[in-house]
């Protein structure tokens, strides 16, 4: 699918960001367009986990605007809760609910915000658990599922909700080593399916073949943007060539 250069859904400007006395995001700016992947990359800390959370305002933003479509976020009187509708998000931990099953934890979100009928929460939540690999999975509890089909029952409940978005925060670093690549071959499918997705992610492999655009942070600004062959094989900033150096 061709990104449309013409639609930003999301639009980032001067962002601002401060805990106290220690400001975390220091004037962000970025532009987000329909069908693209941006891949976030930086060192903890950077500020890339909280600039991610502000989109759909986990965080309150200090100063800037962030545009979601046509709807300005950070405008108090925006319902947010509208927002988050079409704003899909994945975290490092599943936070599934452990009394409920795979399925039934697709459900619930869609039932209770979407007021989708029961039979049909439960036709979407068979389809997009079908969708992510895990079919034969519905009817297992959290507890016996592994980490990465936890995480992949996740995606699948966000991707229920028929996001416009998809927000991904390190989505992979809670998991062994070995279940990695099942979460990043759905991320991998989206993307080909022309999801438009914000991740932020230690997973270089990942950027390099399927990220549109590249963003590395650090100190909470944007050292450098591009395209992944330029950021990758040609850094133009010594701390963007020293830190691929060290991850890659």
Partial sequence: MAIDKTKSIIRIRDLHKSYGDTEVLKGIDMDVYKGEVVVILGPSGSGKSTMLRCVNRLEEPTSGHIYFEDTEITDKKTNINEVRKHVGMVFQNFNLFPHLTAKKN??????????????????????????????????????????????????????????????????????DPELVRGVLDVMRELAREGMTMMVVTHEMGFARDVADHVVFMENGVVIERGAPDEVFNNPKSERTRAFIGNIA
């Fill in 106 to 175: 697709v459900m619930i979100a869609q039932e209770k915000v979407l007021k989708r009928s029961k039979e049909e929460a439960e036709r979407i939540a068979i389809e997009q658990l079908q969708r992510v690999g895990l079919g034969d999975r519905m009817d297992h509890y959290p507890d016996g599922l592994s980490g990465g089909q936890q995480q992949r029952v996740a995606i699948a409940r966000a991707l229920a909700m028929n996001p416009h978005v998809m927000l991904f925060d390190e989505a992979t670093s809670a998991l």
